[in-house]
């Protein structure tokens, strides 16, 4: 019987660790690390979007702010844990791709499109005039990011990925520094 545990590096230290990065705050790296716990466990050949999604909406109340309420995210939650157990199951011998480049398969245990979010994040963050990417960054990557498993999944719980953009990127745009994003501190 094959192990539901994908094979790790003889030597953790040769391989990039995306929760190292220096300019991830330390509960965006947080995030990263417990969504590669999630892959690990769920049997996934890499964190990808989902499994950052998942980990966001558990771990950061300004992420779960950008939502409309309480019931919007019970669901998402629900199809999110019905991923590991269910339908996901599909996406464990697969990597989670956009199509628009090369497949790398080795990405500091990131799928290229979760990669690629990371990366973006940073970017967005670093547009705000900010040196550390935040929940709220990550989250706008995710929706925009080109055949995100993230997205399938909001998708299935009804919420519009490019209706959650335009308004992350409103918030963004209207909210001065450290304003909490979508609405759910008053700051703005």
């Not at 391989?15 to 049997?43: C, I, K, M, T, Y």
């Not at 964190?47 to 998402?76: K, N």
Request: glycine share 12%; net charge negative.
């Amino acid at each position: 019987m094959r192990s539901r545990v994908p094979r790790q590096p003889a030597s953790g230290q040769d391989v990039p660790r995306p929760d190292d990065d220096a300019r991830l705050s330390a509960e965006l790296a947080a995030v990263v690390a417990g969504a590669r716990r999630r892959a690990v466990r769920d049997g996934d050949r890499q964190i990808d979007t989902a499994h950052l999604l998942h980990t966001l909406l558990e771990s950061d109340p300004e992420v779960r702010a950008a939502f409309d309420g309480a019931p919007r995210i019970a669901r998402l939650l629900g199809y999110l844990v019905q991923r590991s157990i269910g339908y996901g199951l599909r996406w464990q011998s697969t990597v989670e791709d956009s199509g628009a480049l090369p497949v790398v398969t080795e990405a500091g245990g990131l799928s290229p499109v979760a990669s690629a979010a990371l990366e973006d994040a940073c970017e967005r963050a670093a547009r705000r005039g900010e040196d550390l990417a935040r929940g709220v960054d990550l989250l706008a990557a995710l929706v925009t990011a080109p055949r995100a498993r993230a997205v399938e999944v909001l998708t299935r719980a009804g919420i519009d990925a490019r209706d959650l953009a335009a308004r992350l990127d409103n918030d963004a745009k209207g909210c001065p520094e450290g304003c909490a994003v979508g609405g759910g501190g008053g700051g703005c």
